[in-house]
């Protein structure tokens, strides 16, 4: 199967639909959100395109192909407009022998990783608005940052999962 991951849409309708554009174009699976997907937050100016009814509409076409976990933004009226789950703390899956651990990143983080974690995996968390692609030890620390408000200089990016590799890309500029 093919993933690709992004974070911290923040209601942002335009990297929305960017999101979608490049899964169907990628061919992809499933896209996972890790997060933050309708609302800004009190800390972050509002994205260019703010429309989180238009973020709804968008995201729930595809309701049967997202995956998705709970950002610090997110509260329960956001599970009763979205028609996918949308409140577990992290996604755990396996692709081709590499188990990934995906969350938004304000529970578990590169600073308090799960126990579950083992040498090979690879921790994918959003949350900071930065990209990031390293290695801690044996487990490959990943963010793809926020398309719609990124932070200290990260270009709007997504991760694809695939047969156990994951990369991190840049979506191409506006």
């Known amino acids: 199967m093919k993933f690709l991951v992004v974070s911290d849409i923040h209601g942002d309708s335009y990297w929305a639909q ?9 061919n992809a699976d499933r896209l996972i959100l890790l997060g933050d997907i309708l609302y800004h937050g009190p800390r972050n100016d509002l994205p260019a395109h703010y429309e ?23 509260a329960e009226v956001d599970q009763m407009v979205l028609k996918f789950p949308c409140m577990a703390d992290y996604i755990y899956l396996v692709s081709g022998d590499t188990p990934f651990f995906l969350t938004h990143g ?19 968390s959003g949350h900071t608005h ?27 990016s997504y991760i694809v999962i695939e047969d156990g590799d994951a990369k991190l ?3 191409e500029e506006r």
């Open 130 to 156: 930065v990209t990031r692609d390293y290695y801690e030890g044996n487990i490959r620390i990943m963010n793809p940052g926020s398309p719609s408000i990124p932070k200290e200089g990260s270009r709007p």
């Open 18 to 26: 960017k999101a979608i554009t490049y899964f169907e174009k990628l």
């Open 169 to 171: 890309e840049e979506f």
């Open 52 to 74: 989180p009814k238009k973020v709804i509409e968008i995201f729930n076409g595809i309701s049967d192909k997202i995956l998705a976990v709970r950002g610090n933004c997110e």
């Open 106 to 124: 304000h529970i578990y983080s590169p600073d308090k990783l799960p126990a579950v974690l083992c040498d090979g995996s690879v921790f994918i």
